[in-house]
């Protein structure tokens, strides 16, 4: 199924013009020159004015409706696009095999943050140029704080992923975050490690903004169930050797090290632990390390043997069937759907669903008939076709996800269970342990 992006009669992409006139110039130090930054603006001004975000009307428009996948496409975190990319075009398939949404096709527009404020903010701005666009999916880093004015300004509907924990408590009315805050993320880290029956731990996060967020709820989860953190080491991304720091961390003496690093530190950190203890101490990463790029890098056997990771998994049930349904019916059943994915399906199908229940395309409606597909109470439903059926039946409905309930509270967060995951030696992720969300709860400061 190909990826639409945008059609003549808008650019495919208007990139913010600081980046367009400055990217380059910042990265040597340099300043872009006034007249170009001004006149790159009028030309989003008009462009945006053209194009507009999202049309307004009862549906009877034709013609398909875009939405966009905003997310890190290259670079060392580029498996996080990948999985979102993968998510979305399962419910794409969905929503498409059962007559689309408000009887017209959805087409997909992706573009690359690079996992970076700055790259994210013309990225997103290509978005906002789409023709016909109804909602964008992600961002899944620190991007969003970049991106969030912008979104604001322009009305759109945002279900992004970041972990951030600055939005526990977000306020903006137009950002919904269909996974759990990273906070839970670190209760579910430490829940896991407590299960398994260790008793010390050691912290080994690289300096990364987004990797630096879990070191909190980490340690106030692991003391409250009354163990010792040991030892906390940060170290800087892409160095040569480790050695002094993990020599640190041997000498502490914990029973299990919590870690996220990206791929290319933690191949040059697993092979000196390799070379200093022999791999002795198990580690507990976040869901950066259940990527294949991540697992690769410290290779599967070593991966196998000494590295557990904790994300979001699946429920079980008739919304995870529907979603295992269709991703092999897009991508086959040789393919193994990518952590996280099912996120972005349920980003995907809940904004469908909500565009079907306001029954127009105007980005104001779409937003305050979100709570109305996706909250209790109302007739529970697991697939698009269902959904959609008994809203055109006149009833209300509860979304219940492949990723978990998606009931929002009112900072527009959601909560869900964890998985322990580990990896075979030729790269099939299992799950080994199931952490419920009321699990979490129990044990969350």
Known sequence: MSITKTSAQ???RTADPAAVNGTHARRKGKRPGLLKVMSGYLVIILTLAACGTASSGSGTSTGPLTMGVL?????????????????AQVAQKAINDAGGILGRQLNLAHSDTQCDEADSVPALRQLLATQNMVGIIGPETQEINADAPIITSAKVVDEFQGGSTLFDHNTNAWLWRDSPSDSQLGVAMALYAHKKGYQKAALLFY???????????IQSTWQKMGHQIVANITVAPDQ?????QVQQIINAHPDVIFTQTDPATAAVLFQNFKELDNLAIPFVGTDITGSDQYLKAVTYAAANAHLT??????????ATDAFNQYFVARFGSNVQPLANANYAYDSVISLALAIDKANTTDSTAINAAMLGVTNPPGTTCYTYKDCMALIKSGQKINYDGASGDLNYNQYHNVFG????????TNGQEQQVMLLSASDLAAVTP
Do not use: H, K
């Not at 040569?240 to 002094?244: A, F, H, L, V, W």
């Not at 269970?417 to 075979?424: A, E, I, L, R, T």
């Open 10 to 12: 808008c650019p495919e």
């Open 71 to 87: 997310s890190c496409f290259t670079g060392t975190l580029a498996s996080l696009g990948e999985s979102m990319l993968q998510g």
């Open 207 to 217: 300096s990364d903004i987004a990797a630096q967020t879990f070191a909190q709820p």
């Open 240 to 244: 040569t050797s480790y050695r002094t």
């Open 309 to 318: 990771s904790v994300y979001g998994t699946s429920v079980t049930g008739q």
């Open 417 to 424: 269970p964890y998985g322990g995951f580990q990896v075979s």
